[in-house]
């Protein structure tokens, strides 16, 4: 078993909330992340699912490094990145990279997409510019563009196009970890399949691994090998991608299945049932944070918070019905 | 029975000022709509869905200009209205609810005054009677404590809460017709689900027609009794939902099938090769045969009419017709995959 | 409001153009003040071959105060007159055009670099940065500009490189508030993100994104404040403490030609006044033009 290529500990990220008076004031805590732990090992795919307010986007900032942690820690091949500076921080930045939502503020609009393409081999190594160009032809056909392309703008290409460039961006300097922050919730549906096919095909030749963070159950169990489930913050539920199919076990995790469309009009549609909307993570209701809106709520649950155990290989939930 | 809406032969335009370039944004479109059914018109960004709807509403943008056909609307053509009297079928008869519900609603103006506009305008309802109708139409959206929401403004209200207020008003005037462009793409999956589930309650109370736009065939499979299919401008396949779901005519339609994930199947993703059409450079034949797994050559020559599969059900394919069936790649998936 | 698809717009917007791709260069062009500027910097660049005259000397055998030539008592020889000293006034204004626009321009460069400058450093960096250059802005706006310069070029006394160098610290703070303003969003935009997350150090960031991307707003700015600059020339001239005498510049021809009046002799004034009045409006046009055309977010300047 090799170790993890990613560790995440007990993190925590608390923003403060103030009143823009003079004196600041403080009023309370945002809890953007209260204590997740997950681990993504090389090579495969961590999907990440969850509604507005679930802490995923802060989740992915604090994996960058563009948000420092209030606790807790974050390990890439066991070393914890928090202290890094000078050259292992750029290491770290060299081997995870980040793939946005939106294609079309992705690129640098005045350079042209070799260069996008080729900076991170001029902040991280000193090739030469022939030996640049080489490898961004490489990975241009990698992602299935054409190397004629580097010499292009931004602005000519479709949003697919745009997504792949940022992708061979990603991958080029021998990238280890991937963040792809809803990569084609902005894309046509048709091209979606394409670059679905593309990052799977991609992890099977390079073993890049993955954090796959998105919003729509399906496209997210499709290319994930296991997924975490998130509310206001927490993770309530994680297990392997088809495990969570088959016996999605947290309430608010079968909510998510009940509420995601069918693919057939037939399928069979069970009655939703929860209501309602995420509350306000400045003052997250006590106790299991999910108990207003859980349709199995017990007396218990909003007093005690349940802590994330394994129920069965490889899956495990919070909550206090297991 | 009379159908509610009958679109026929459709043409919208998008003309420059001299009339030198043409976008044929809408071409030949046709469809039927009963009392009481769903509608879900399909397709992806430029295929034209939306300048559809735009046309029926009577909203399009100056440069767009309805060339040809009918639209057909309780005995009238509203192709044929001026503005002034599409503004009275506008809110009265059809409604339309668009995708951001922030660009609905008018940040000034309170829940009350917002809702209560087109009952005040179109049924010429006021006083206590206003009110009333106010409170029942925040009711029938499930919009907690209604009486005091009235009162208050629309950037004190979640995404989810404003879209069911935008749907208030959307059936304050009493339509017959909503138009819905996309109206859950920027909801939370379970609150689009409560919001569909409410639109469908509403649909059964009130018995309003719905046509659905959008590009996720899942809200069509939950939502809607016919589909149809739109490519470039043009309908490519239209039906009963069941039908396209069960045995698709069009590659096309098959190709938006097959690039659907499916919960709990691992299974590879048939991906549509090549890019979504330049409205302003059209193939030459039918606008998807560069994109084609099915594609004849008689298909890059002549482009396809619509073909009557089966009743209502239609396919604008060459191989719809019996004497070229369904091509043994069919779904080629391996094929496809590969670009 | 309904959006279209970016496909749809795309191809609306395709719809205009014309069928011969090169003419398209062509369309839109600002025919009246590009009329009006290209000819002034080409007598600007080619002034000495140009001039008829030495600016500076008086034209021998010619008298003093002679009236333009369509006038009762002009001279062919002396287009547009001479003035109290017998120099011709066409050489002066033809010299003068290059004080002016050189000045004009430089001022508006040096300026525009200050001003640039300290917005991205303002806008990037944030924090105290931000604080101190943003405080030191509200400052140099609370200076009445006009006064400044003169109050400068007096203590550091008249020479053309004194002269830019005052105007573009007089009129930098333009730049500074329009340019950080652009330089806070951008600094939100996915690619900037991208960058630093990649490693980029700020200088990189800067150079390579921010930097370019600003380039269209900086230059639509400087077209729009050169006219400014070269009143604020001319007005320093006028009040005797711009560039040096005997070097002709147009606002000093006016301060001179002033008295003048009294005795009829309004060429002297008109003329270069005018020459002020063409070049400025021709400038002004100009950065509208451009305004409009490289960047749509600038319309409400």
């Not at chain 1, 079309?104 to 030996?131: F, K, N, W």
């Not at chain 2, 059936?171 to 589930?197: F, H, M, S």
């Not at chain 2, 008689?298 to 004497?323: H, K, L, N």
């Not at chain 3, 706006?141 to 070029?153: D, G, K, N, S, T």
Request: charged letters at 20%.
């Amino acid at each position: 078993m090799s170790p993890p290529l990613l560790e995440v500990e007990g993190l925590t990220k608390h923003f403060p909330v103030t009143i823009a008076l003079f004196p600041r004031r403080q009023i309370g805590w945002v809890k953007a992340v209260d204590g997740i732990d997950f681990a993504v090992d090389p090579g495969e795919t961590l999907g990440v699912i969850g509604e507005s307010g679930c802490g995923k986007t802060t989740t992915s900032k604090l994996i960058l490094l563009q948000e420092g942690p209030t606790s807790g820690a974050i390990r890439f091949d066991g070393e914890d990145i928090a202290g890094l500076a000078g050259p292992e921080l750029m290491r770290y930045r060299r081997e995870v990279q980040v793939v946005f939502q939106d294609p079309y503020s992705s690129l640098s609009p005045r350079m042209r997409v070799g260069e996008i393409i080729a900076e991170p081999l001029q902040i991280h190594t000193d090739l030469s510019r022939a030996a640049q160009q080489e490898r961004v032809a490489e990975v241009l056909e990698l992602v299935g563009l054409r190397p004629e392309v580097a010499a292009l703008f931004p602005h000519e290409f479709s949003g697919g196009q745009r997504q792949r460039i940022a992708i061979a961006r990603a991958l080029v300097t021998n990238t280890r970890l991937i963040v792809l922050d809803e990569p084609v919730s902005a894309l046509d549906v048709s091209i979606r399949a394409q670059i679905m096919n593309q990052l799977e095909e991609l992890q099977a030749r390079l073993g890049v691994s993955y954090i796959f963070i998105g919003h729509d159950l399906a496209t997210v169990a499709h290319i994930s090998h296991r997924i975490a489930v998130m509310y206001l913050g927490q993770i309530v539920e994680m297990a392997e991608s088809l495990e969570l199919c088959e016996k999605p076990l947290h309430p608010y995790t079968q909510a998510l299945f009940t509420a995601a469309l069918p693919a057939h009009p037939d399928d069979k549609r069970e009655k939703l049932t929860i209501s309602g909307e995420v509350p306000s993570a400045l003052s997250p209701p006590s106790g299991c944070r999910f108990h207003p809106r859980c349709p199995k709520a017990m007396a218990r649950c909003a007093v005690d918070a349940p802590e994330r155990k394994e129920v069965a290989p490889g899956h495990s939930v919070a909550c206090h019905l297991y | 029975m009379q159908p509610l809406l009958e679109v026929t032969n459709l043409e919208t335009h998008y003309v420059s000022f001299g009339g030198a370039r043409v976008i044929k944004a809408v071409d030949d479109v046709s469809f039927t709509l009963n009392e009481g059914e769903t509608l879900g018109i399909v397709g992806e960004s430029g295929c034209g869905k939306t300048t559809t709807c735009l046309s029926i509403v009577g909203l399009l943008p100056p440069a767009a200009r309805i060339v040809g056909g009918r639209i057909e609307f309780a005995g009238k053509d509203l192709a044929q209205l001026s503005q002034s009297e599409m503004r009275r079928v506008r809110g009265a008869q059809i409604a339309m609810i668009l995708q951001d519900p922030m660009a609905s609603l008018n940040p000034l103006f309170s829940i009350y005054t917002q809702v209560a506009e087109p009952a005040y305008y179109h049924r010429s309802i006021r006083g206590r009677s206003l009110r009333q109708r106010v409170r029942q139409l925040l009711d029938a959206v499930r919009i907690p404590s209604p009486a005091q929401r009235m009162r208050e403004y629309p950037h004190q209200m979640s995404g989810g809460m404003r879209q069911r207020i935008v749907g208030a008003i959307a059936l304050a005037g009493g339509p017959r017709l909503i138009v819905a462009d996309e109206p859950t793409t920027n909801l939370d999956v379970t609150i689009q689900a409560q919001y569909l589930d409410l639109l469908k309650e509403l649909q059964q109370e009130t018995g309003v027609a719905v046509i659905f736009v959008t590009h996720n065939l899942g809200i069509v499979a939950r939502m809607c009794d016919k589909l149809a299919v739109m490519y470039a401008g043009k309908i490519v396949e239209a039906g009963a939902v069941r039908d396209l779901f069960n045995s698709p005519q069009h590659p096309y339609t098959k190709g938006l099938l097959g690039s659907m994930p499916k919960l709990g199947s691992k299974e590879k993703l048939f991906a549509i090769p090549g890019q979504p059409p330049d409205l302003a450079s059209l193939p030459s034949g039918c606008a998807f045969h560069p994109r084609c797994t099915e594609a004849m050559p008689r298909c890059s020559i002549e482009e396809p009419g619509e073909i009557r599969v089966g009743g209502e059900w239609r396919a604008r394919c060459w191989r719809a017709e019996p004497q070229y069936g369904q091509s043994a790649k069919g779904l080629d998936v391996a094929a496809a995959v590969g670009s | 409001m309904v959006s279209l698809s970016p496909q749809t717009s795309a191809a609306a917007a395709a719809i205009g153009r014309p069928p011969i791709a090169w003419l398209s260069q062509f369309r839109g062009l600002p025919l009246l003040p590009l009329a009006i500027l290209v000819p002034f910097v080409l007598i600007a660049v080619f002034a000495d071959y140009i001039a008829p005259y030495d600016p500076t000397e008086p034209v021998a055998s010619m008298k003093i105060f002679i009236p333009p030539a369509w006038m009762q008592g002009g001279d062919i020889r002396v287009l547009l007159g001479t003035d109290f000293q017998g120099r011709d006034v066409l050489s002066r204004l033809i010299f003068g055009a290059r004080v002016s626009l050189i000045v004009g321009v430089m001022g508006t460069v040096a300026a525009g670099g200050i001003g640039t400058a300290l917005g991205i450093l303002a806008g990037y960096l944030g924090g105290w940065a931000d604080l101190v250059i943003m405080r030191l802005t509200d400052a140099w706006l609370a200076l009445p500009a006009l006064v400044f310069a003169i109050f400068l070029a007096t203590m550091v006394g008249p020479s053309m490189w004194n002269i830019i160098i005052i105007l573009g610290l007089v009129y930098w703070t333009r730049y500074a508030r329009v340019i950080r303003g652009e330089v806070l969003s951008l600094r939100e935009r996915e690619f900037v993100k991208l960058a630093e997350i990649a490693g980029a150090s700020s200088t990189r960031v800067i150079r390579r994104h921010i930097l370019p991307n600003v380039l269209n707003s900086a230059m639509v700015l400087a077209s729009l404040t050169i006219g400014v600059v070269i009143i604020a020339e001319a007005s320093l001239s006028f009040l005797g403490v711009g560039v040096p005498p005997p070097e002709p510049a147009w606002g000093s021809m006016l301060a001179d030609g002033r008295s003048m009046l009294m005795v009829g002799a309004w060429w002297l004034t008109v003329l270069p006044g005018l020459c002020i009045m063409m070049v400025v409006l021709a400038t002004q046009l100009l950065g509208d033009w451009l305004r409009i055309r490289l960047d749509p977010q600038l319309r409400n300047l």
